[in-house]
């Protein structure tokens, strides 16, 4: 299993697809959220986008796959390795057919259903395809080390499975090619269609008149308060000053 991890390591960094899907998938995501409204009010791009969907759905990983999968397996629990001859060659691949029987039956059946699932896209197909990758390269040891140390019909036997495994594998790559291709494809009939789209006119609202000032109340100054006279109290009207008589 180490030296099948070890494989998939390396396919991430010199698998070229997955180069060219990084260029593909970026585009695409970046346009989606742009162009739903204008496809919706637009038929014409509509059905320009319809069959994209179709053809790359009709072709799903496992279609491609798993008859030289299939194969492979059987091929590889049919081998009787008592037959080989003994030392480090077949030590290392018992070692490596174990390895590969552990991602057939364990690995490979989660990531093939993940990328069945309608839609077919590339960020589900991707990890299969890496998977697959490694696991060819470890492939091409078993059968290297059987030349050396198997009887001739257990090498027939690998070769063959070799080989459907490796146009199995082309031919899932040439299939995510082929998606990539149709996203690019349907992102610049997007950018087309959004171009010939008319400017939306924003209709001219005008500002509403500024509200009137607010006048504060004013407040009423209170009357001071007059006492009450007590009641049989009489005022004394006041008097006037006697004219002065002139002197004789």
């Known amino acids: 299993m180490a030296t099948l991890k070890a494989a998939l390591k390396a396919t991430?960094?010199?698998?070229?697809?997955?180069?060219l899907c990084l260029l593909?998938?970026?585009?695409?995501?970046?346009?989606?959220?742009?162009?739903?409204?204008?496809?919706a009010g637009n038929p014409a791009a509509s059905a320009q986008a319809a069959p994209t969907g179709s053809s790359t759905a009709a072709t799903t990983p496992s279609s491609i796959l798993k008859p030289a999968l299939d194969t492979?397996?059987?091929?590889?629990?049919?081998?009787?390795?008592?037959k080989w001859k003994g030392g480090t060659v077949r030590g290392e691949a018992a070692a490596n057919i174990s390895s590969i029987m552990r991602d057939l039956q364990s690995t490979l059946p989660a990531?093939?259903?993940?990328?069945?699932?309608?839609p077919v896209t590339m960020s589900k197909s991707l990890p299969v395809s890496r998977n697959v990758d490694a696991l060819y390269d470890v492939l091409v040891r078993v059968v290297d080390g059987s030349r050396v140390a198997a009887p001739g019909e257990q090498v027939t036997q690998l070769q063959q499975a070799m080989v459907g495994v490796e146009k199995a594998r082309h031919a899932l790559d040439d299939s995510l090619?082929?998606?990539?291709s149709?996203?690019?494809?349907?992102?610049?009939?997007?950018?087309?269609?959004?171009?010939?789209?008319?400017?939306?006119?924003?209709?001219?609202?005008t500002a509403p008149p500024a509200?009137?000032?607010?006048?504060?109340?004013?407040?009423?100054?209170?009357?001071?308060?007059?006492?009450?006279?007590?009641?049989?109290?009489?005022?004394?009207?006041?008097?006037?000053?006697?004219?002065?008589?002139?002197?004789p």
């Open 72 to 82: 492979l397996q059987q091929t590889l629990g049919g081998l009787n390795l008592e």
């Open 24 to 39: 593909c998938i970026a585009p695409a995501t970046a346009q989606a959220g742009q162009t739903a409204a204008p496809q």
């Open 182 to 205: 149709t996203q690019e494809k349907h992102v610049a009939d997007l950018q087309i269609a959004l171009k010939t789209q008319p400017m939306p006119v924003c209709p001219v609202v």
């Open 177 to 180: 090619q082929e998606m990539a």
């Open 211 to 247: 509200p009137a000032p607010v006048k504060k109340p004013v407040k009423k100054k209170r009357k001071p308060a007059t006492t009450a006279k007590p009641a049989g109290t009489t005022t004394a009207p006041a008097t006037t000053p006697a004219a002065a008589k002139p002197n």
């Open 12 to 19: 991430l960094l010199v698998s070229p697809i997955w180069l």
């Open 111 to 118: 990531l093939l259903a993940d990328a069945d699932q309608p």
